[in-house]
C-alpha cells in the first residue's frame, strides 16, 4: 500500500498522479465508514448537546475526505433527525472536501445504486432518499446542508468556527509526526469545548494537551478549553524529507576529516556566536539555539510559546519593544547590558534584535542574539573601598546606559510621530476629495431615484389593477366550474350575455349565440315559460324560485334575481338552475326511513325512550324528561303517557342512582350496561343506556327490559347449583372410601389410592373456588393458599406467598390446581417442605397489555434436602407440562437444582 511519503514526494515530481493517489487513499478509506454503532453514538453524545449550545451562526461541521460522500450525507441525516425530534429549525452547513474533482461531482450529484438498502435501514430510505431508476438519490433537504469543495487538509487552511470534525480513516496514513501537527491543526479549527469523530483504528490520545476522550470505542474526543490555539506549520512531506537528508548528509563525521568549509564553518559559529532565538511576528519562538536555554524561565500558570514571555523576568520588558521593533519597523535594536541572573549567578546580557529578511515579502521574523557580559558581583559581598568604588562605577554606567536608551526612544517616538502627522494629512486630502465625489453621486442618486419611485408607483397602480381584473376573472371561471350550476346571464331585452357550460344541457345554444334573444331558442324544460318569468322579475325586481321538470326526468329549482350593477342599477336578470334530484330521493327516502323506523320502534318487545336530563344549579343530575316512547314502554313500565312528563311526576320517590347513571352516559359519552330494581314500579329491569343526540343536549336514549322473573329464575338456580354442588361432594366421599378399602393391603395399590384421593382434593378444592363465582372465574391467590393450607403447620415464614388478584378461567383454574397439589406433595414427601429448615416461595408478576395480561408464576424451594435431577420424566411431571400446555395455555420449565425445585410458568389471561 502507498502511503504519504509517496504522495510526497508525487508533489515535487507529478501533481496530477499525487492527486489521484491521495483521492485514491480517501476513496478507500471511506468504505469503512458504515459503523452503525460509531454513528449512534456520535448522535447521542455530541449531535445532540450540540443542540443545546447553538450558536448564532448555527451548527458548523467539516468532513475531510469525503469521498464520493457517504459520510457526510450520514452525518447530515443524523443532524436532521435531532432537529425534527426536536422540532426546531437551526441553520446547519456541512463542509465536506477532497482532493478528487470527479468523486466531488458523484458526491454533489447524490445519486446512489440499489445495494445501498443493505446498509440503510427502511425508514432512513423513505424519509431521505427518493428512488429513481435502479438507485437512489439523497433528497434535497439534506444535499443542501452539505457544501463539497475540493481541499487538502496538507496544503490549505482549515475550516473556522466548526462544532464537529469527522476524519476517519485519514491520519493511519500519515507519520507520527504528521499526526500530531493534524490534530493541532484540527484543534485550531474547532470551537472549545467541540469535537473530533476519528477512524476506528485511529486515535488522539497523543495530543492529550488539545483534546480529551469522550468515548475511546467511538473514537469521539473533546476539545480542551484551557489549551493553546495556534495554527501549525505542515511543511510539504517532500520538501521535509529532502532537508532531513541533506542535514544528514551534511553532518560531520566522527573524525571531522573529510567535512567541507561550509560545514566547518557552520560548526564554530555555533560554538563561538552568543546563543540565538528565531521568532515570528508575534513573539512566538520558531527555533532556538543549543545555549539559548539558559535564559529561558517560565513563569507557573498556562504553557506560552511567546519568546517576550518566558524569558528571564529583567530581560522581558526591553526584548519585547525590540521584538515590535525589528518586526514592525524593520529596524535593529542592541540594548544596553542588563543585570539578570543566570543559573544562580548575577551577569550583564545584552540583546541584539535584527530583522530578518524575506524574499516573498516584508519581514515577519526577527533574530535575537543574547550577548554575555560576564559575572557582576553582588553588592552585599564588597569589602572594602575599592569594591565600592566598582559598584558606584556600575551604577554610573547603568544611568548613562538608562539615558541613552531613553533618547534613542525619545527620538523613535518623535520620527513616529511625523510619519504619522504625514500620513493622517493625506488621509485628509484623499477623504476631500472621496467626500466631494460622494456629494456628486449622492445628487445623481436622488434625481435617479425619484425618478424611478415615480416610474414605480405608476407601474404599481397599472399591476394592481391588471392583477384584480385577472384575479376577478380567474375566480369568476373557477366559481361556475366549481358550482356545476347552470347560470344564464340577461339583459333587459333578454338578450344573452354569458352563460356557464351546464345551461347547454337545458337550452340549444352555443359560444356564437352570445347578444341573441333568450326567446330565439328552444329549451328541455317541461311545461315552464321562461321568458315570462324573467320579464316578471324585471318588473317587480321580486327573485323568483321554483321547482321545474326536464323533458328527461330530471328536477330542478330554478332561481331568477335581478342582475345589480356596482351602482345597484338594475341592467338585466340571472337564472340558475340547480340539479336538485338527489335532494328529492333524499327526502323521499328520509321520509320512508322514517316510517320504517317508526314501524320498528313500536314493534320490538323490548322497552324504548329518550330521555332528556335536568340539572340543578350545582351540575347534579335531579330528574328526566321523556322525550319518545314506543308501544312496548308502557307495558314494561306501566307507565301511559309518559312523553312530555318528567319522572319526578311519575314516581316521586325513584331511586336516585338510576338519574346518576344516566347522567353519567350524557356526560361522559359512553354507553353503559346497567342492572336494577325499580322499586317505585315494583320490578327489576336490565338497561343499555347510550348517548342520543348531540354531547350538549343531554339526551340519552334507554333500551330496557323487565328481567324480575328471570333474577327469581337465577336466585332459584344458584340453590339448584349448591344442591348439586354438595351431591357431588358426597359421591366422590363415597368413590374414596370405597378405593380405600378396596386396595388397602396392597403396597402399588396403597401408592395410587395415596396419589389418587390428593388428586380429587384437590380437584374438589378447585370446584369450591370456582362455584363461589358461579363457575366464571377462579382467584389465582385462593387458589394458591387453599392448595398450601394443608402445610402451614410448617411454620410461620416457612411458605411466602406474593403477588396481585388475578382471575382466571375456570379450565386454568382446574390446570393451576393440579399443579400445585403436584408440586406441594412433592414438596412435602422430599423438597423443602420435608424438614424445618425449608423455605417455600410462591409468587406472580402480572404484565398488562391492551388486550392480555401476561402471567409469570414462580414456584421457588431453598433450604431442603440436597435436590438431584430425576432420572426419568415421572407421571406427575407430565402432569404438568401437560397441564400447563392444555388447561393453563402457556409453558412451565422445571428446574431441579441442588438448592432446590423450581418452576416457571408463563401463560396468558384475557
Not at 488539545?210 to 489549551?227: D, G, V
Not at 524593520?330 to 540594548?335: D, E, G, R, S
Not at 553588592?379 to 572594602?384: Q, S, V
Not at 334575481?561 to 341592467?571: A, G, K, L, Q, S
Request: aromatic content about 6%; some cysteine.
Amino acid at each position: 500500500m502507498r502511503t504519504l511519503p509517496d504522495y510526497a514526494r508525487l508533489v515535487q515530481e507529478a501533481p496530477e498522479e499525487a492527486g489521484a493517489l491521495l483521492s485514491d487513499m480517501l476513496i478507500s478509506v471511506t468504505q469503512f465508514f458504515r459503523d452503525p454503532e460509531a454513528f449512534e453514538t456520535l448522535a447521542l453524545e455530541v449531535i445532540a448537546p450540540l443542540f443545546d449550545d447553538v450558536s448564532e451562526e448555527g451548527i458548523r461541521a467539516w468532513v475531510a475526505g469525503c469521498a464520493t460522500g457517504e459520510e457526510a450525507y450520514s452525518i447530515a441525516m443524523l443532524f436532521a433527525e435531532e432537529a425534527t425530534r426536536r422540532k426546531v429549525r437551526v441553520p446547519i452547513q456541512i463542509f465536506a472536501t477532497d482532493l478528487d474533482d470527479d468523486a466531488l461531482a458523484v458526491a454533489r450529484r447524490g445519486y446512489y445504486p440499489g445495494t445501498i438498502e443493505v446498509d440503510v435501514s427502511d425508514e432512513r430510505l423513505q424519509r431521505f432518499f427518493v428512488q429513481e431508476g435502479e438507485g437512489y438519490r439523497i433528497r434535497k433537504e439534506i444535499r443542501d446542508m452539505v457544501l463539497f469543495a475540493a481541499h487538502s487538509v496538507l496544503r490549505d487552511p482549515p475550516f473556522l468556527r466548526l462544532d464537529l470534525i469527522s476524519c476517519r480513516n485519514l491520519l493511519i496514513y500519515v507519520e507520527r509526526p504528521l499526526q500530531e501537527k493534524l490534530c493541532s491543526l484540527f484543534y485550531y479549527g474547532l470551537r472549545q469545548q467541540r469535537y473530533l469523530f476519528l477512524g476506528s483504528a485511529e486515535t488522539a490520545d497523543a495530543e492529550q494537551q488539545l483534546f480529551t476522550p469522550m468515548h475511546r470505542e467511538a473514537r469521539l474526543y473533546q476539545s480542551r478549553a484551557q489549551a493553546p490555539r495556534t495554527l501549525p506549520i505542515i511543511a510539504d512531506g517532500a520538501s521535509a524529507g529532502r532537508q532531513e537528508l541533506r542535514a544528514s548528509d551534511a553532518a560531520p563525521g566522527p573524525a571531522g576529516r573529510d567535512a567541507s568549509p561550509v560545514v566547518l564553518h557552520e560548526a564554530a559559529l555555533e560554538q563561538a556566536a552568543p546563543p540565538s532565538v528565531l521568532v515570528d511576528d508575534a513573539h512566538r519562538i520558531l527555533h532556538l539555539s543549543p545555549g539559548a536555554g539558559r535564559f529561558i524561565l517560565h513563569s507557573g500558570g498556562v504553557f506560552s510559546g511567546r519568546l517576550s514571555s518566558v524569558v528571564l523576568p529583567e530581560l522581558r520588558l526591553d526584548l519585547g519593544h525590540a521584538i515590535e521593533r525589528a518586526t514592525v519597523r524593520k529596524l535593529p535594536t542592541l540594548t544596553i547590558g542588563v543585570s539578570a541572573r543566570v543559573d544562580g549567578m548575577l551577569r550583564r546580557i545584552a540583546l541584539n534584535v535584527s530583522p530578518v529578511p524575506s524574499e516573498e515579502g516584508p519581514a515577519t521574523h526577527a533574530l535575537v542574539l543574547f550577548l554575555d557580559g560576564g559575572p557582576e558581583q553582588d553588592e552585599g559581598d564588597a569589602g572594602d573601598a575599592d569594591e565600592a568604588g566598582v559598584g558606584f562605577g556600575r551604577m554610573r554606567s547603568e544611568l548613562r546606559s538608562a539615558k541613552e536608551a531613553l533618547a534613542v526612544s525619545r527620538a523613535e517616538h518623535e520620527l513616529a510621530m511625523q510619519e504619522l502627522r504625514a500620513a493622517n494629512e493625506e488621509l485628509q486630502s484623499i477623504n476631500e476629495e472621496y467626500r466631494s465625489t460622494a456629494e456628486e453621486l449622492e445628487t445623481s442618486k436622488e434625481e435617479l431615484q425619484s425618478m424611478n419611485e415615480e416610474l414605480h408607483t405608476v407601474n404599481a397602480e397599472l399591476k394592481k389593477k391588471l392583477q384584480s381584473i385577472s384575479t376577478a376573472h380567474d375566480d369568476l371561471r373557477n366559481l361556475t366550474a366549481a358550482t356545476e350550476i347552470g347560470t344564464l346571464f340577461l339583459d333587459r331585452q333578454l338578450g344573452i350575455r354569458m352563460f356557464t357550460p351546464p345551461i347547454a344541457d337545458l337550452f340549444n345554444v352555443t359560444d356564437s349565440d352570445i347578444g341573441r334573444p333568450l326567446t330565439d331558442f328552444t329549451n328541455r324544460l317541461r311545461n315552464r315559460a321562461i321568458d315570462a318569468d324573467v320579464r316578471r322579475v324585471l318588473d317587480d325586481l321580486t327573485p323568483l324560485e321554483a321547482e321545474i321538470e326536464s323533458v328527461d326526468g330530471r328536477w330542478l329549482m330554478m332561481r331568477v334575481r335581478p342582475y345589480r350593477t356596482v351602482e345597484d342599477r338594475i341592467d338585466g336578470a340571472v337564472v340558475t338552475f340547480i340539479d336538485i334530484g338527489s335532494l328529492r330521493n333524499a327526502q323521499s327516502r328520509e321520509l320512508e326511513s322514517e316510517a320504517k323506523y317508526r314501524l320498528l320502534f313500536d314493534a320490538i318487545d323490548q322497552g324504548f325512550c329518550v330521555i332528556e336530563m335536568m340539572m340543578d344549579d350545582a351540575g347534579k343530575a335531579v330528574d328526566y324528561r321523556f322525550l319518545a316512547v314506543n308501544r312496548a314502554f308502557a307495558e314494561q313500565t306501566g307507565i301511559a303517557d309518559a312523553v312530555g312528563r318528567t319522572m319526578r311526576e311519575i314516581a316521586p320517590t325513584h331511586e336516585d342512582q338510576w338519574f346518576e347513571n344516566y347522567a353519567r352516559v350524557a356526560e361522559t359519552q359512553v354507553p353503559e350496561q346497567l342492572e336494577g330494581p325499580a322499586a317505585a314500579l315494583g320490578r327489576y329491569f336490565e338497561v343499555h343506556a347510550f348517548p342520543f343526540g348531540e354531547p350538549g343536549e343531554r339526551q340519552v336514549g334507554v333500551l330496557f327490559q323487565e328481567i324480575t322473573e328471570r333474577r327469581r329464575a337465577e336466585t332459584e338456580r344458584q340453590m339448584l347449583t349448591l344442591e348439586l354442588s354438595h351431591r357431588v361432594k358426597n359421591t366422590l366421599a363415597v368413590v374414596q372410601a370405597l378405593a380405600s378399602q378396596t386396595s388397602r393391603n396392597m403396597t402399588s395399590v396403597e401408592q395410587f389410592r395415596t396419589t389418587f384421593i390428593g388428586r380429587l382434593h384437590a380437584l374438589a378444592r378447585a370446584h369450591d373456588l370456582l362455584l363461589a363465582t358461579q363457575w366464571n372465574s377462579a382467584d389465582i391467590k385462593k387458589l394458591v393458599e387453599t392448595a398450601l393450607d394443608v402445610y402451614a403447620t410448617a411454620g410461620a415464614d416457612a411458605i411466602s406467598i406474593k403477588g396481585q388478584q388475578v382471575d382466571l378461567t375456570p379450565k386454568q383454574g382446574l390446570g393451576l390446581s393440579l399443579i400445585l397439589h403436584e408440586l406441594s406433595t412433592n414438596a412435602a414427601k422430599y423438597g423443602a417442605l420435608s424438614t424445618p429448615e425449608g423455605r417455600l416461595s410462591v409468587r406472580w408478576e402480572v404484565m398488562k397489555t391492551d388486550l392480555m395480561h401476561e402471567i409469570v408464576f414462580v414456584w421457588e424451594e431453598r433450604g431442603g434436602p440436597v435436590v438431584s435431577p430425576p432420572a426419568s420424566r415421572g407421571f406427575g411431571t407430565r402432569l404438568i407440562e401437560r397441564a400447563s400446555r392444555f388447561e393453563m395455555g402457556g409453558e412451565a420449565e422445571l428446574k431441579f437444582e441442588p438448592e432446590g425445585c423450581t418452576m416457571n410458568l408463563c401463560f396468558s389471561v384475557g
